[in-house]
């Protein structure tokens, strides 16, 4: 798109240089989609960011997985249902996503990818909150960080990461081998 615009003279060399150069050094898709706003309409942009869309499960279930953006903040509602975050192969609009729960007799599952950490910081009333990866990262470090904010009441928050590779051979027997 960018190209397009140099082509079409929407854009000056200068600008194009330090367009692709943000592009080239974007980390997040907030970074990218900035750089087009003013290029094109919002239904021909090459990313289409989601605009916080809540989940919620109502005496059921719902389930958001697959490739979608991840807006900075989200918010899962679950009321006597299940709702499920699954956010395997989700691009993360930003390093810091905040997910808002409210949850009373349900269930939210929200499955993370490795290499991302995750902080619960919920309220509960007779209800738990399972898995959290870190009490909070260290200032100043590049990893994504879901942060879970809300209130659980008799319900459950359940965070899962991908499971460790499983060691076939104990220890004892790895170091005997050449």
């Not at 997040?28 to 916080?52: I, K, N, S, V």
């Not at 956010?87 to 990818?113: K, N």
């Not at 260290?138 to 009441?153: A, K, L, M």
Request: with cysteine; glycine share 10%.
């Amino acid at each position: 798109m960018l190209a397009d615009a140099l082509a079409d003279g929407r854009l000056s060399g200068d600008e194009h240089a330090e367009r692709t150069t943000a592009a080239l050094s974007a980390r997040t898709l907030g970074d990218l989609a900035g750089l087009t706003t003013d290029l094109a309409m919002p239904d021909q942009q090459p990313l289409r960011l989601e605009g916080g869309q809540s989940v919620t499960a109502f005496f059921g279930s719902e389930e958001r997985y697959g490739r979608w953006v991840v807006p900075a903040n989200v918010t899962c509602a679950a009321v006597f249902g299940e709702a499920v975050l699954d956010l395997r192969e989700a691009l993360l609009q930003d390093r810091h996503v905040v997910v808002t729960v409210y949850a009373f007799l349900g269930r939210v599952r929200l499955i993370v990818p490795a290499g991302v950490e995750v902080v619960l910081n919920g309220t509960g009333v007779l209800g738990r909150q399972r898995g959290g990866t870190v009490q909070w990262p260290p200032q100043g470090s590049d990893v994504p960080v879901i942060e879970v904010r809300g209130y659980v009441v008799a319900s459950e928050v359940l965070v899962r990461t991908p499971p460790r590779p499983r060691r076939w051979l104990p220890r004892w027997r790895r170091e005997s081998l050449p």
